[in-house]
């Protein structure tokens, strides 16, 4: 079963997510902010990461940008799931290592496209 790691500050977001990621056959783990996502995926790294960027104690920015240059072998897919969709957003996401991105508010359909996309759906 692959594992996914939700981190977003928001409680509705994460359930949202939950659902629709087990309904894809995830198993889903939560974390608030990219500090306790850090500590996360030092006890268990998932298959998927989906990453808020603006979170209190450390952004999902700070959060890929360290996850990266950790240098663990096996590297989840990380998506950036946020508001902030100008191109300087994106193209910072990107650079700082995340696979895809989707725009908040997003349904089912289009997070299990992104999915696919990154090749964990």
Request: with cysteine.
């Amino acid at each position: 079963m692959k594992t996914c790691l939700i981190v977003d500050d928001s409680r509705v977001v994460r359930k949202f997510s939950r659902r629709s990621l087990e309904a894809l056959g995830f198993a889903v783990s939560e974390a608030c902010d990219g500090r306790e996502a850090l500590e996360r995926c030092e006890e268990a790294m998932p298959d998927l990461i989906l990453l808020d960027w603006n979170m209190p104690v450390m952004t999902g920015i700070e959060f890929i940008r360290l996850l990266r240059q950790g240098g663990h072998a096996n590297q989840p897919k990380v998506v950036f799931c946020t508001t902030e969709n100008d191109v300087a957003h994106i193209r910072t996401a990107m650079d700082a290592g995340a696979d895809e991105y989707v725009m908040k508010p997003f349904d089912h359909d289009t997070l299990h496209m992104k999915l696919q996309l990154v090749g964990v759906a």
